[in-house]
């Protein structure tokens, strides 16, 4: 599915980080009509195996970028252009997509903090974030989130399109 999936990919984590880097948002009306094309174009070119591989890929995006999402570290839009890209280049290719993205993703973030000379409250608020199960004390404490005012936050579809081109070279 690699050389099928290459051009459309390449699009859409395109046009997704630029609509990210500018409003912070990645819509619907991008990712949604890219996932289900990914799940026809696998199940057209590859029938009953394309179309479970396509849904593997979907549900490995949901299942590895659902925690994050759940802990309020990303948004719906970032799992949903994962699950979109999973789709189209299914469960072990996006495994390869997920790691170089967990990757670019790391680094864009450090740089960004550094960026904002907020390095230290940076790593802070990761350490909150992975312990967010443990009850701090306090009654003016509130965990850092995505909706937090004073929260630093980072476009994360460049990472999301690091992962996956870089994910086609890998395979």
Request: proline fraction near 6%.
């Amino acid at each position: 599915m690699a050389s099928i999936a290459w051009w459309p990919t390449v699009a859409l984590v395109m046009l997704a980080s630029i609509t990210d880097l500018r409003s912070r948002r990645i819509p619907n009306w991008l990712v949604l009509p890219f996932l289900g094309a990914g799940i026809v174009a696998s199940a057209v070119g590859f029938g009953w195996s394309g179309f479970e591989r396509s849904l593997g890929g979907i549900a490995l995006a949901v299942v590895i970028m659902g925690g994050p999402v759940w802990l309020h570290g990303i948004g719906m839009g970032d799992l949903k252009l994962c699950a979109a890209v999973g789709a189209w280049i299914w469960p072990a290719q996006m495994v390869i997509a997920l790691i170089a993205m967990g990757i670019a993703g790391g680094a864009m973030a450090l740089a960004w903090a550094a960026f904002h000379g907020s390095v230290g409250e940076s790593l802070d608020g990761v350490n909150e974030l992975i312990s967010g199960f443990r009850r701090r004390e306090g009654p003016h404490y509130r965990r850092p989130t995505l909706g937090s005012p004073t929260a630093l936050k980072l476009p994360y579809a460049p990472a999301i399109a690091i992962g996956a081109v870089f994910s086609f070279y890998s395979v």
